[in-house]
Nanobody, 116 residues
């Protein structure tokens, strides 16, 4: 079965950096786009970034462009989200996502808190 396990969250000061990881299993990882979403308290879950199956194509929400970088290591079945210049408004639970036709899977999420 599909499993997505996020890690790397934590507390960081404004302007700091974090790298999130999502370890995937149960499917042919290298064949699928992968996504990151986030959900802040009291808000709906929102798209953050996506990466193509080979890693050559990426897409970002306007709010994170130029600060976040999504990448993947297909040999390790892992997708990453490098987050730089973090702002308090980036505080949220970050989720790894796989979508295929009408199906989608989510990880359990990892908390990112940006605060001084």
């Amino acid at each position: 079965q599909v499993q997505l396990v996020e890690s790397g969250g934590g507390l960081v000061q404004p302007g700091g950096s974090l790298r999130l990881s999502c370890a995937a299993s149960g499917f042919t990882f290298s064949s699928y786009f992968m996504n990151w979403y986030r959900q802040a308290p009291g808000k709906e879950r929102e798209f953050v970034a996506a990466v193509s199956s080979a890693g050559s194509g990426t897409n970002y929400a306007d709010s994170v462009k130029g600060r976040f970088t999504i990448s993947r290591a297909n040999a390790m079945n892992t997708v990453y989200l490098q987050m730089n210049s973090l702002k308090p408004e980036d505080t949220a639970v970050y989720y790894c996502n796989l979508r295929f036709r009408t199906y989608e899977w989510w990880g359990q999420g990892t908390q990112v808190t940006v605060s001084s």
